[in-house]
């Protein structure tokens, strides 16, 4: 377990120093490291230990990095790895309670059987007025003549059907606005009622904006990701994941990175098209020389925790920059993602949840450390989003880091 978050970083940014530094013996310690860190979960700031659908076991591990969960459901039991990873999941969880509890719903059953439809238990009060629903869409029937010409252009590579604009697919990004979660989520159960909603109420020609303000909590469960709403929220409602490819493309292309490493990026399923979104809105935000390369790494990363550390360090990059616009440029250091500012420091914008001083961090930030030093980058600096044990604080220190902890923006 210690490795694991060596092997995360690893196979989103192509750092295989990492790889090397985490597979060293468990009792091979250096002086002052230690074994990483436990948690007791009801003590996590921002995690709810117990839920009406889930536990989450204790201790909570970590790996010197990431806090590592692990989830007893009803739908199976499962790990998570990382806080960012866990607080999705648990808003995932809260939708699929929600949209349970619809299908208990004689309202909505209602509906359905005034539609001819066979009983699906889909939401409350449900209207049949499709003319007023696409009144209601992003450029009503201009947005779904660029649906069209989007879902042609990216057939069979994005994660809608060619023509995603209409029927069930409109329907799925309009509901999982609702409930606060990523229409194109790898959960697999939210995943599974997503899409048998709203196929019925596609069906149906049901309005599901008119629908959730029936569902009772959903208000309370529409929790947005710090970096995220603003910058990708309508974007993901309103467009079908093939203009999502286009919008990103050109962004990223504008970026200097060239379009066959763009489709590659596009076309990696690790990351849902809200990812790739935020991701590329993230380092639109921040203008300045790297991003192209950061994105080239980012092409290969072979797991879904990988892809959510990228999206979330360029989220707390982008809310760092716009908070301070210091921010002069990406680059790496023992292939770790940093960023120098107009200061003269090099700071890594981390969302690490929990560091330990284990052989494997010790060795990869001693790395990083001399590679700042060697190619004067500038004055080494951290910033995580979690915290750091007394070891991990005097190791960095002795480095010559700076540290700032709690560091969400």
Known sequence: MRARYSACLAAGLGLAVLTAAGSMSSGAHAAGTEAPASFNAGKIPGIKAVGPNYTITNPVRSDGFLRVYNVRSPYGNFTVVSDAMMQVRIRELAAVAELDKLTESNEFNSALAQAG???????????????????????????????????????????????????????????????????????????????????????????????????????????????TSSRVKDSLRDRTAAQLMDMNREKMMAMGLDRGTADALLQNRNYTPLDMTSMVSSLEVVPVPGRAEFLRRAVNVKRRDAAVFNRRYTEMVADYHLKNRSIVSFVSAAEFPFNQTADGTVVGIWPVDALSWTDGTSRALTSAASAIRSNRLGRPALRISGQATPNAKEGLRELGFTVAENARR
């Open 117 to 227: 439809l066979a009983p699906v238990k889909f939401a409350g009060e449900l209207l049949v007025n499709p003319v007023e629903a696409l009144g209601n869409t992003f450029a009503g029937i201009g947005n779904q003549i660029g649906q069209i010409g989007s879902g042609i252009n990216n057939a069979g590579k994005s994660q809608d059907q060619a023509f995603g604009g209409f029927g069930a697919d409109q329907k799925r990004r309009e509901l999982a606005a609702k409930l606060g979660v990523d229409p194109y989520t790898d959960y697999e159960p939210l995943q599974a009622r997503l899409q048998k909603l709203s196929q019925a109420a596609a069906a149906g020609g049901l309005v599901v904006t008119g629908a959730m303000m029936a569902i009772p909590g959903a208000v309370g469960i529409v929790v947005s990701n710090v970096g």
